[in-house]
């Protein structure tokens, strides 16, 4: 933070335009951090405000993730808890904004009179000022700032004239609210006080969180004493902190009714009636799934099509790149370093950034009129039947895409076990990579025009492989919901949102936000990577290499090889290479799935990303342009394999090799996404592990049953 600014945290429930009103104070001075411990994005601003005299007045604006209430249910609300109930915490602050939805008064004073109790000095927009109108609202904002006791300010975010009401406020300094709505001090007094005189708190309802929550705090975790004390405190007290958070929620969900009975009034209104004529339609057990497909098909078609111009725009730069860096450079480690090592890398992570964009474009305009939290709605209990709840469908079906993006959305999920759950069967979806090494082995081992009454065989076999991926995947959630345990049962809990038309301002934003987290987060591990593949496929034991190198030396003419015996010398340096001799080693382990010691090496340059399993299949047979199918088609079709003397890629083999791909986890980008959604190495190892048990299995049985 800058020396001399003030803090202020910004706090609302989902949907309410906190992220707008954010984007109005802070315009482009943004920047996006990580909170400590977890792997939610703190989103920082800074403003400046001309006070009473003249002087221009710093302030730095802290998004907190929204939440309902102070009671966290996920990750993004315990972040907010902490942040609001521990003065020690780096990001604890000076003043809170607390963004109301004034269309819904009842959901958004249930979390504003919670932050009121926490005696900081507090500020409430009641914002959406517009719709309010259209539902015939109209407030009494001089007795309603009385009764709660703080600057109340009546606003549409979206309007940058009502911007000016709201730094009139914050240009004064206020004081710290002294309002005890709820008295939780009658729960349990001397508990309360033994709380405050153990943790740094402000007020009694803030020693009260602690006391029901402590459990879940991050801070305790590195200050073990002060958490065992509270559990002392709360067992020595008789402290049930389930029961005493209903009877809290309780009493005042009782006491909200008479504030706005009080504060609001309400004339006749036609927009409420409508959202409920479209929501009649939109989550209709029938109409309400045909609707959500046909959306998900556009977006699909979006997301496949659209993206393919930009994306090949993308991979022609970096080949342009390449060439010419190859062209210029003198030959050597540095210069392979380079083009196919760190260039190969970046390419690999930037070639991402339209599916990305396009998907979050699609998901962002969902949530921001309001359709996605029908959605979630609609799906949750079925979803529910598998360990997953309604808000795991987007990353899910955005699988189908590109599981980096799908994982990140993940987000949304309340609940660990659920989000967890969807971390780790979202890779199991067929992905867009997986499609180039789906098309190359099905026309491999399937003629064209072979046929099952009207339909190609080869079209049928490509939609079974995805929805295998699929089963696969629900099958794999309905047994780690048997295996994983959870201290508390997770509830789905939703109040649908009013419908609205999107803010273009902060859909941009988003965009623009999850593109940098990847290219800047996953893109370092996937650089890396990428060139440790680089070295094993380029290097190997001097001796082998230097013999390659002079038995072609020998056929050159004019110091010159033509494109076929580069290519052969391609081929035999990567038999020869480092990963060349892993392949070797790794022969007898997939030979009973009816693979070599060439499909060893793809599979393990592959793990890059499934669709180098064309580029390296091409080296291999000395194909000298990998995106000729055709000519690898042949070679492949030529191959014999010395053990059996039969054709090496049979009817068994591919359709070996394609249920390995369907299942196995290769995509470094993806394990590289679970590493910084877990915040642990974990977890992408026992998904790495168990997804190539299955793909290892499964091949084999496939392979045993068809050779």
Excluded at 232 to 242: A, Q, R, T, W
Excluded at 356 to 379: H, K, N, P, Q
Excluded at 589 to 597: E, F, N
């Amino acid at each position: 933070m800058a020396k001399g600014s003030k803090k202020i945290a910004l706090i609302g429930n989902p949907n309410s335009g906190k992220s707008t009103l954010f984007n109005a104070l802070t315009g482009l001075n943004q920047r996006v951090g990580n909170f400590p411990g977890v792997t939610v994005d703190k989103k920082m601003g800074s403003f400046s405000i001309q006070n009473a005299q003249g002087q221009k007045e710093r302030f730095e604006l802290i998004d907190l993730p929204g939440t309902y209430s102070l009671y966290p249910k996920s990750v993004d609300e315990l972040v907010t808890f902490e942040v609001l109930c521990d003065p020690e915490n780096p990001d604890y602050p000076e003043q809170v904004i607390v963004v109301a939805d004034s269309t819904n008064m009842t959901r958004s004073l249930f979390l504003a009179t919670q932050v009121i109790e926490l005696n900081l000095p507090t500020i409430l927009v009641l914002n959406m000022g517009d719709l309010a109108e259209k539902d015939g609202l109209t407030f009494d904002l001089f007795r309603l700032q009385k009764e709660l006791g703080v600057p109340v300010v009546l606003m549409n975010a979206r309007k940058k004239s009502d911007l000016s009401k709201l730094k009139a406020l914050l240009a004064i300094k206020t004081q710290a609210p002294e309002k005890d709505f709820i008295k939780v001090g009658e729960f349990s007094p001397e508990l309360l006080e033994r709380v405050r005189e153990s943790v740094n708190v402000n007020s009694d309802y803030a020693a009260f969180q602690v006391a029901c929550n402590y459990k879940f705090i991050s801070y305790f975790k590195d200050h073990p004493e002060r958490s065992k004390r509270i559990q002392e405190l709360v067992v020595e007290h008789e402290f049930k902190p389930y029961r005493f958070q209903a009877d809290e929620s309780k009493k005042r969900y009782e006491l909200i009714p008479g504030i706005i009975a009080r504060n609001v009034r309400q004339s006749k209104s036609t927009r409420e009636h409508l959202t409920e004529r479209i929501d009649n339609v939109l989550t209709h057990k029938v109409w309400g799934y045909v609707i959500f497909l046909s959306i998900l098909f556009v977006m699909f078609q979006a997301v496949f099509s659209w993206a393919t111009l930009p994306m090949e725009w993308i991979e022609y730069v970096f080949t342009s790149m390449t060439e010419y860096l190859a062209n210029s450079l003198p030959p050597g480690i540095l210069s392979g370093l380079l083009t196919d090592g760190v260039l190969a890398g970046l390419s690999g992570v930037v070639v991402f950034v339209p599916q990305i964009a396009f998907l979050f474009f699609f998901i962002a305009l969902l949530e921001d009129t309001g359709y996605m939290s029908r959605v979630s709605f609609m799906m949750d209990k079925l979803m529910r039947r598998f360990g997953l709840n309604g808000r795991s469908v987007i990353p899910l079906v955005g699988g189908f895409a590109c599981a980096i993006p799908a994982i990140m959305a993940t987000r949304s999920i309340s609940g660990w076990k659920q989000r967890l759950i969807t971390i780790l069967i979202t890779p199991l979806m067929s992905c867009s990579a997986r499609l180039p090494v789906y098309t190359l082995l099905i026309s491999l081992v399937i003629p064209s025009d072979a046929q099952w009454g009207i339909f190609n065989v080869q079209g049928l076999i490509l939609m079974g492989l995805y929805l295998l991926g699929f089963v696969a995947a629900i099958v794999v959630a309905f047994l780690l919901n048997l295996w994983l345990n959870e201290a508390d049962r997770s509830f789905f809990v939703m109040e649908l949102p009013g419908y609205k038309w999107p803010d273009w301002k902060t859909i941009g934003f988003t965009l623009i936000e999850k593109v940098r987290i990847f290219l800047f987060d996953a893109g370092k591990i996937i650089v890396a990577i990428s060139i440790v593949l680089w070295f094993l496929s380029s290097y190997g034991p001097g001796e082998r290499m230097a013999k390659i190198n002079d038995k072609y030396e020998a056929l050159a003419v004019d110091g010159e090889l033509d494109a076929g015996l580069r290519a052969a010398m391609g081929s035999e340096k990567l038999e020869a290479s480092y990963a060349g001799i892993i392949g070797k080693t790794i022969e007898p382990a997939i030979r009973p799935l009816g693979y070599d010691w060439k499909i060893g090496i793809a599979l393990i340059t592959s793990f890059a990303a499934r669709e180098v399993f064309v580029g390296t299949m091409a080296t291999i047979y000395s194909v000298g342009d990998p995106d000729n199918e055709s000519s690898i088609r042949e070679k492949m079709q030529d191959e014999v394999n010395v053990i059996t003397g039969k054709k090496q890629y049979g009817l068994a083999t591919g359709l070996s090799l394609m249920v390995f791909y369907a299942f196995a986890l290769q995509c470094m980008s993806t394990v590289a996404v679970v590493r910084r959604e877990t915040r642990s190495w974990k977890w992408p190892l026992a998904q790495f592990l168990f997804m190539g048990a299955m793909a290892y299995v499964a091949s084999l049985i496939t392979y045993q049953l068809l050779a």
